[in-house]
T-cell receptor, first 113, second 112 residues
Framework: DTAVSQTPKYLVTQMGNDKSIKCEQN?????MYWYKQDSKKFLKIMFS???????INETVPNRFSPKSPDKAHLNLHINSLELGDSAVYFC????????????FGSGTRLTVV | SQQGEEDPQALSIQEGENATMNCSYK?????LQWYRQNSGRGLVHLIL?????REKHSGRLRVTLDTSKKSSSLLITASRAADTASYFC????????????FGKGTLLTVNP
C-alpha cells in the first residue's frame, strides 16, 4: 500500500529517557514533515526536510533532533523526555516543498510519565 | 502568529443536514487547504483552493475563499454519520516559506 507509515503507534516512557519515532513514505515524495498535535488538537510544525535537506526548523527544544537518511525516511529522536513532550506526533509528506496537499501518517501517541 | 482559526469549535447536526465551518487566517496566502481527521487517525487532505479562486467544489464539499476578509468556509452537503470528524483548515503562505499552518479545527458530529 502506498502510504506514510510511522512507528511506533504508541509510546509510553519515563521522564528523562531517550526515544525515537520512525517515518517512511513510499509515495516518491520529495518533502517530509514532523508535526506535533497537542491535547487540544492544535497542530504545530516542527521540522521539514526536502530531499534530505532541512528546510524548516521551528522553535523546538534542541532535545528534538530529526534525521533524514534518504528522502523516503524522516526519523525523530527525542532526548531527555519531559512531561510536556506528551502529544501525538505526525509525520507527513508532500510531492515537493510547495506542500500542496500533505499525506499524513497515522500518528505516534507519546506519553511521558 | 497563529493562522487558520476555525469556528465553530464544535458542531452537531442530523444526518442529511448541511454543515458549514469557517476559517480565518492572518497573513497573505498562496493557497488554503482543508483536512479531515477521524478520531485517532492522521489527517486526510480534502481540497485545496488557490488564492486567486473564490469557490471550489469536490463531490459534497464546497469551499469558498475571501482573501479580502482572510477567511474561508467549508460546506458539507447532505451530511452522513461517516462525516463525523475534526476538520482543519491550513494556510500556505507564499514566498520561500512553504509551511502549512493549521488551525485548531472544528469537531463535526453527524447524528444518525
Amino acid at each position: 500500500d502506498t502510504a506514510v507509515s510511522q512507528t511506533p503507534k504508541y509510546l509510553v516512557t519515563q521522564m528523562g529517557n531517550d526515544k525515537s519515532i520512525k517515518c517512511e513514505q513510499n509515495l516518491g515524495h520529495d518533502t517530509m514533515y514532523w508535526y506535533k498535535q497537542d491535547s487540544k488538537k492544535f497542530l504545530k510544525i516542527m521540522f521539514s526536510y526536502n530531499n534530505k535537506e532541512l528546510i524548516i526548523n521551528e522553535t523546538v527544544p534542541n532535545r528534538f533532533s530529526p534525521k533524514s537518511p534518504d528522502k523516503a525516511h524522516l526519523n525523530l529522536h527525542i532526548n531527555s523526555l519531559e512531561l510536556g513532550d506528551s502529544a501525538v506526533y505526525f509525520c507527513a509528506s508532500s510531492q515537493d516543498n510547495r506542500g500542496d496537499g500533505y499525506t499524513f501518517g497515522s500518528g505516534t501517541r507519546l506519553t511521558v510519565v | 502568529s497563529q493562522q487558520g482559526e476555525e469556528d465553530p469549535q464544535a458542531l452537531s447536526i442530523q444526518e442529511g443536514e448541511n454543515a458549514t465551518m469557517n476559517c480565518s487566517y492572518k497573513t497573505s496566502i498562496n493557497n488554503l487547504q482543508w483536512y479531515r481527521q477521524n478520531s485517532g487517525r492522521g489527517l486526510v487532505h480534502l481540497i485545496l483552493i488557490l488564492s486567486n479562486e473564490r469557490e471550489k467544489h469536490s463531490g459534497r464539499l464546497r469551499v469558498t475563499l475571501d482573501t479580502s476578509k482572510k477567511s474561508s468556509s467549508l460546506l458539507i452537503t447532505a451530511s452522513r454519520a461517516a462525516d463525523t470528524a475534526s476538520y482543519f483548515c491550513a494556510s500556505r503562505s507564499g514566498g520561500s516559506n512553504y509551511k502549512l499552518t493549521f488551525g485548531k479545527g472544528t469537531l463535526l458530529t453527524v447524528n444518525p
